[in-house]
C-alpha cells in the first residue's frame, strides 16, 4: 500500500477559520483608522474660525452678543462638515455628517478659548490655549474617534 501525504480536512478548516479570524480583526481596526481620519478633516474645518476669534479676543473692544457675530460660521464647507457654528463666548461647534458611521454622524465636536488659567475667556484678551473635543464644552463624539491633539486637552 502507498501512503497518502497532504493536510487532512480539519487541518484546512482550522487554517480557515484563523484567517477568518484575523481579517475581521483587520477589517474592524482599518473602519476605525478610516472614521479617525474623516473626523480628522471636520476638526480642520475649526481652524479658519479659530483665527478669526483669537482676532476678536485681541482686538475687539467687547465680545459679540449674538452666536452668529464672529463671521466665520459656514453651513455645508467640506464633504463632512454639515455646520460651523459659535456661541458668545467662542466655542467654536461643527456638526458632522457623511463620515458613514452613526457614532460620529449627526454628533458635534467642540473647539474652546482657554485663557491663561485655564479657564473658558470671560473677556477680551489674548487666548493662551484651545481646547478641542471637551464634553463640557459640547462635544458628543466618542473619544477614540477623535485626533490625539483633540481629546479634550
Not at 459659535?86 to 458632522?96: E, R
Amino acid at each position: 500500500m502507498r501512503r497518502q501525504s497532504g493536510f487532512t480536512i480539519i487541518e484546512v478548516m482550522i487554517v480557515t477559520v484563523i484567517i477568518g479570524v484575523l481579517a475581521v480583526i483587520a477589517i474592524r481596526s482599518i473602519n476605525g483608522y478610516v472614521v479617525r481620519a474623516k473626523v480628522s478633516e471636520a476638526v480642520l474645518a475649526l481652524s479658519t474660525c479659530r483665527t478669526v476669534i483669537a482676532e476678536v479676543y485681541m482686538s475687539a473692544d467687547a465680545l459679540p452678543t449674538t452666536s452668529d457675530s464672529y463671521g466665520c460660521e459656514a453651513t455645508d464647507s467640506s464633504k463632512y462638515v454639515e455646520a460651523i457654528r459659535t456661541t458668545p463666548a467662542g466655542i467654536i461647534m461643527v456638526d458632522v455628517r457623511g463620515v458613514g458611521d452613526l457614532r460620529v454622524d449627526f454628533h458635534t465636536i467642540t473647539l474652546a478659548p482657554l485663557d491663561s488659567s485655564g479657564a473658558l475667556m470671560t473677556d477680551v484678551g489674548r487666548v493662551a490655549r484651545w481646547r478641542c473635543g471637551a464634553s463640557v464644552d459640547g462635544t458628543d463624539v466618542n473619544v477614540e474617534f477623535l485626533p490625539g491633539t483633540c481629546r479634550g486637552n
